[in-house]
T-cell receptor
Framework: AQTVTQSQPEMSVQEAETVTLSCTYDTSESNYYLFWYKQPPSRQMILVIRQEAYKQQNATENRFSVNFQKAAKSFSLKISDSQLGDTAMYFCAFMILIQGAQKLVFGQGTRLTINP | DTGVSQNPRHKITKRGQNVTFRCDPISEHNRLYWYRQTLGQGPEFLTYFQNEAQLEKSRLLSDRFSAERPKGSFSTLEIQRTEQGDSAMYLC???????????FGPGTRLTVL
């Protein structure tokens, strides 16, 4: 079975600081995608960034970047120059690439608060 | 641009009643997913449709749950004889292709009294 673990239930930083959220996963598959989703308070889930496991280069999206360590099965998210609007629950998720459902397996989330 | 929509946004019901939720995916997306999210947890997969075919169901989806996607457009999730343990946020997501990015709706929050 595939599992995703986020070991930091809550984090808090000051605006403009850099913060890193941790995620580890467990799978015997070699072909998969990893995702970070953001869920602001009372708002819907938004995709932040996606990483294909076959790519060695770490994905980046503006202020968001990942550190993908395939051998260690680690997938952390770095948020640079954090903004108040980054306050949200962040979920790490995993998807196996097989025919049929490409269902997402989520971690338990990290509640991130950006303080002014 | 219309994203994924879900109705109703909130539903309060008494134990034993039946409830039905609706999801309208992004129009060109042929893949539709249902997830359940309980308080403080990440979403858990319930079921998946490719067009009108239901291709996978989680063991979380007991026989009281049924989902349909007639004509491959909107989808409905029905829960019969609701129990207090069914209280959760029910999320719908859609995607356009194999391993495509999944776009989520705002969810339907169900409270069973």
């Amino acid at each position: 079975a595939q599992t995703v673990t986020q070991s930091q239930p809550e984090m808090s930083v000051q605006e403009a600081e850099t913060v890193t959220l941790s995620c580890t996963y467990d799978t015997s598959e070699s072909n998969y995608y990893l995702f970070w989703y953001k869920q602001p308070p009372s708002r819907q889930m938004i995709l932040v960034i996606r990483q294909e496991a076959y790519k060695q280069q770490n994905a980046t999206e503006n202020r968001f970047s990942v550190n993908f360590q395939k051998a260690a099965k680690s997938f952390s998210l770095k948020i640079s120059d954090s903004q108040l609007g980054d306050t949200a629950m962040y979920f790490c998720a995993f998807m196996i690439l097989i025919q049929g459902a490409q269902k997402l397996v989520f971690g338990q989330g990290t509640r991130l608060t950006i303080n002014p | 641009d219309t994203g994924v929509s879900q109705n109703p946004r909130h539903k309060i019901t008494k134990r034993g009643q039946n409830v039905t939720f609706r999801c309208d995916p992004i129009s060109e997306h042929n893949r539709l997913y249902w997830y359940r999210q309980t308080l403080g947890q990440g979403p858990e997969f319930l079921t998946y449709f490719q067009n009108e075919a239901q291709l996978e169901k989680s063991r979380l989806l007991s026989d009281r749950f049924s989902a349909e996607r007639p004509k491959g457009s909107f989808s409905t999730l029905e829960i019969q004889r609701t129990e207090q343990g069914d209280s959760a946020m029910y999320l719908c997501a859609s995607s356009s292709d194999f391993a495509g990015k999944q776009f989520f709706g705002p969810g339907t929050r169900l409270t069973v009294l």
